[in-house]
């Protein structure tokens, strides 16, 4: 038994296109998890996986020896994942947006609350058309923070904030760390969160071969191929 | 399952089986068409113009033959993500839908010297033309994704939604065409059918089946081969590896 | 899990009420698309009589279908489908909901205008009640299988034509036996027959919808 979430052997297809292989990861409570890497190098993939968005070409990834890998059930009740989009509706304010998702998700806490955090509280009753792309995607981060999940997944979190909203960021990441959270992060910017607390993942570090890419997809040897 | 069929080992089977299969068809549409076309007699009511049922019957069942293996080959391609019935129902599509047209084709020839017309909206006919119609939204799927496996996936899904409506489309069709045509009920050679008739439409329909055999084992051959090449040339581009 | 069905019925209910162009333009669609054929086949009134109940149920039929690819579009592009995937809210159940708001959204109204039809297409009085009763029975089939065909749609680029290549050879059970069926009335016939297959396909496709239509987005969204 184990409370560390541990990825084995994933690899990754997406498209006939070998994106990474044999990664493997470990994510005790309370630490992140920062993905690197180029574009493509299938930091959004990965993060897709983990919530079941995209199936793994092949690996598990262990919760208490469970298997979670597209568990529809352990994911929903326990990952928040905020991709490059913010998932709000731009015809609706920005309170009922966050309503929505809370009732969806099933939190029940106070949101005005939450949105003040992010400093969006004035806010809550304009549509969400009307924001700047900054405010929309600190909106997103207060959806984010009506989410009971345990685990962040955040796909370029970033995206859309200035530097102060990117301080903002980070101290809503260092609290959810503080409270025994955990965050797989796939970002370029440098958050300063706490090194004991940070662990990178390079991405480049698992390029998955041509070769053993085509073994996968067809079971067969590269060289024989040729002679067909 | 995997192991089993996996895309290498049908290459080396098929290339095995082809040979056999498109001899086996050639003498089967050879004794096939000696038998429709000279042994069998005339019919005493249509006289020659009968014997194109020996290509439309075969067509019409071979058009409904090859929706059946479609629906079979993406369940299994659905439920165990298996590479092989996944190119297999692709393969066979435009087969079946070149079927269907034929059967068509032949059944509205058929009806110009039987019903005076080249269209009627007869209850098999009609049928017949929804499933063409059915064929084409599957084949335009698996144009229309880019990305194989994601097509693989929603061409399983159209498939067998498909497969269940065909019936309830032929119900229904056979619902209406009853209720707006009640006369008009041909049988094609009636119950009087002579033995000659008969052996050459098993025979017809015995060379079709191998004629559709060894095609779908040429284009699953083909179509393997072509996304070899997509994937090789995708890792080029990748430039990794 | 009702109240979740409710809230999302709601949501899309109340978007496409902000939205406002959408409704508008699919019942304007469905007057005009009845208008052009007396154009075409002549103003005999009793040519309008025999085809007004064909006429004004096709125009339905393609009317319903022009706001289906609305229906997962807007989520998709947003990223709202991801979220409704990772809920806790099945998301047959998701769907179900977004196929019930489509139906309150582009149906209901057309069957609100099709009696005005009928007036213009000189359809007998008889006739009135039956056109109400079938397009109250039949139209949810559409927006059901309809739904299907926008979920297996929704993430490609010309999926539009795809859509209605897929979903119409599937709407015609649905004109079959809603058509025959108000005809019967009409004309003096036996009519339940006809019902109870009408109500049969609805309910068949409102069970199969939801599961075809989740796992469609499951496949599309990889």
Known sequence: MSDILRGYDLACIRGEKPVFSNLEFELPPGQALILSGTNGSGKSSLLKIIAGLLPAQRGRISFFDENILGDQDWISHNICYLAHKNSLKA????????????????????????????????????????????????????????????????????????????????????????????????????????PAKTTTLNMLDYTFSAHEAFHELFQEPWEEDFQC | MHKFANPARFMRLSNILLPWTTGLTIVLFGFGLYYSLIL?????????????????????????????????ASAVGFIWNHP????????????????????????????????????????????????????????????????????????????????INVVIIKFSVDWWNTLHQPATLIRAGGPTIHGDMLAALL?????????????????????????RIRTLRLQLGGGRG | MLK????????????????????????????????????????????????????????????SMLSLDSMFQSDYEDGSLDQFVLSPAPL???????????????????????????????????????LIVTMVLGTPALSFIGGIGASLTVTLRRGGVLLSLLILPLYIPVLIFAVLAANAVIDGDPVMDHVLLLSGFTLFSAAIAPWAAAAAIRAGLE
């Open chain 1, 91 to 194: 015809e609706m304010t920005v309170a009922e947006n966050l309503a929505f998702w809370a009732a969806l998700d099933q939190y029940d806490g106070d949101i005005r609350e939450k949105a003040v955090k992010v400093g969006i509280d004035h806010c809550l009753d304009l549509p969400v058309c009307y924001l700047s792309s900054g405010q929309a995607r600190r909106a997103a981060l207060a959806r984010v923070l009506c989410h009971p999940g345990e685990f962040w997944l955040l796909d370029e979190p970033t995206v859309g904030l200035d530097s102060k909203g990117v301080r903002l960021l980070a101290d809503l990441m260092a609290d959810h760390l503080d409270k025994g959270g955990r965050i797989l992060a796939a970002t370029h910017i440098e958050l300063g969160l706490d």
């Open chain 2, 40 to 72: 069998a007699p005339q019919d005493y009511q249509m006289g020659n113009t009968y014997r194109i049922m020996f290509i439309h019957v075969p067509a019409s069942y071979m058009a409904l033959f090859g929706y059946g293996v479609i629906a079979v």
């Open chain 2, 84 to 163: 092989l019935a996944n190119q297999a129902a692709r393969a066979t599509a435009p087969l079946g839908a070149t079927f269907t047209a034929l059967a068509l084709i032949t059944g509205s020839l058929w009806g110009k010297p039987m019903w005076g017309t080249y269209w009627i909206w007869d209850a098999r006919l009609t049928s017949m033309l929804i499933l063409f119609f059915i064929y084409l939204g599957y084949i335009a799927v698996w144009q229309t994704i880019e990305d194989q496996a994601k097509a693989a996936k929603i061409a399983a899904i159209v498939a067998m939604i498909g497969i």
């Open chain 2, 203 to 227: 025979l017809m329909i015995a060379a079709f089946n191998m004629f559709f055999v060894t095609l779908l084992m040429w284009r699953i051959q083909s179509l393997i081969l072509k996304r």
């Open chain 3, 4 to 63: 979740l069905g409710f809230l999302i019925i709601v949501r899309d209910l109340r978007l496409s009420m902000r939205h406002g162009s959408s409704t508008t333009m699919v019942v304007s669609f469905f007057i005009i698309v009845v208008t052009m054929f007396p154009f075409a086949v002549g103003p005999e009134q009793e040519i309008l009589r025999k085809i007004s109940l064909g006429v004004i149920w096709v125009a339905a039929l393609l009317s």
């Open chain 3, 92 to 130: 047959e159940l998701v769907v179900l909901a977004k196929f019930i708001a489509h139906w309150l959204s582009s149906s209901l109204p057309l069957i609100l205008v099709a009696p005005l039809l009928g007036i213009l297409m000189n359809l007998p009085e008889r006739g009135y009640v039956p």
